[in-house]
């Protein structure tokens, strides 16, 4: 990430041209050559051979040598290309340090315009396993070829849309600034992941407000989170909680948000009750939350 911020205002507009014209060259080809990058830029071979060199060297673009030679931008680069669009709009102006990092994003501290601290969150599918993305992922559908910076900004827009939606019916989620690329910028929120929460206060009143949550994102907000777990809940110094984590939500229409449903119940009844001894039911909170979104179909059709 330091690479990124570092670059940001050392690169020129050539250079931003250069690296976008292999980031629109990779949505047909895994690595592109010199002539598509003179093409799409609109810059001579001279000056593109010349800055692709110091790309490459800043570790911004991959150098590939096979029957052709070709360029793939690498994480930095895209970090660079995200980060200047969501400067020009003024979104963040200076990266901060790393907040964490999870098995397919990583979060860092960052200021706007008006030196108020945010976060970015920068997707990176495809790290842990690309099958396993494709395999767990609607959005990435049935296309042909696809690469980890596409599956990662599907993943960001996503996440983006979630939030907004749970947004919307006031849930208990951070709220989302803007997106680019790969990379959601939101509100900065402080706490801990409920995995760590040792020292829970009223463990009972927290439980049974994520429970509310869920019930309020299926029922008021028809999405259901679906990959809900102690891992994606931070607690808040003040004991209070935020959902994060949404870019494998599904609409609460889709042919498996049943299913979806109960798994995050029941991945939170199992953890209260190690952890706190708190015994629920999964079924039972499942039942009451589908028959009242059930209830609310039916009064539609009415």
């Given at each position: ?224 989170h679906g990959d809900l777990s102690e891992y994606n809940v931070i607690v808040t110094p003040k004991h209070d909680f935020l959902i994060i984590d949404f870019p494998q939500y599904e609409l ?51």
């Amino acid at each position: 990430m330091s690479k990124a911020a570092e670059y940001l205002l050392e690169l020129e507009k050539a250079d931003f041209r250069i690296l976008q014209s292999i980031e629109v060259g990779m949505r047909t080809s895994e690595y592109v050559s010199i002539e598509t990058v003179v093409e799409f830029s609109k810059l001579t071979i001279d000056e593109v051979i010349k800055r692709i060199d110091a790309l490459h060297f800043k570790d911004l673009i991959l150098r590939w040598k096979g029957h052709y030679i070709g360029y793939q931008l690498t994480h930095h680069g895209y970090d660079v290309l995200a980060f200047r669009a969501l400067s020009e709009r003024d979104v963040i102006v200076a990266i901060g340090r790393e907040l964490g990092k999870g098995k397919e994003s990583d979060v860092f501290f960052a200021f706007d315009k008006k030196q108020k601290t945010v976060v970015a969150k920068i997707h990176r599918v495809g790290r842990p396993s690309f099958k396993r993305s494709k395999k767990l992922r609607s959005y990435v559908g049935r296309r042909g070829h696809i690469n980890w910076l596409y599956k990662s900004r599907l993943s960001a827009e996503r996440e983006f849309q979630g939030l907004k939606l749970a947004k919307e019916i006031k849930a208990k989620v951070p709220n989302a600034i803007d997106q680019n690329r790969h990379i959601v910028v939101m509100d900065f929120f402080d706490g801990i992941e409920l995995v760590d929460a040792y020292d829970l206060k009223k463990p009972l009143k927290v439980f049974n407000g994520i429970m509310t949550q869920v019930r309020k994102l299926f029922v008021k907000g028809n999405i259901v989170h679906g990959d809900l777990s102690e891992y994606n809940v931070i607690v808040t110094p003040k004991h209070d909680f935020l959902i994060i984590d949404f870019p494998q939500y599904e609409l609460a229409n889709h042919p498996n948000a049943k299913e979806y449903l109960f798994r995050d119940i029941k991945n939170l009844c199992k953890f209260f009750n190690r952890k706190f001894s708190i015994e629920s039911n999964p079924k039972e909170i499942l039942d009451v939350i589908y028959s009242e979104y059930e209830e609310k179909l039916q009064k539609k059709k009415k």
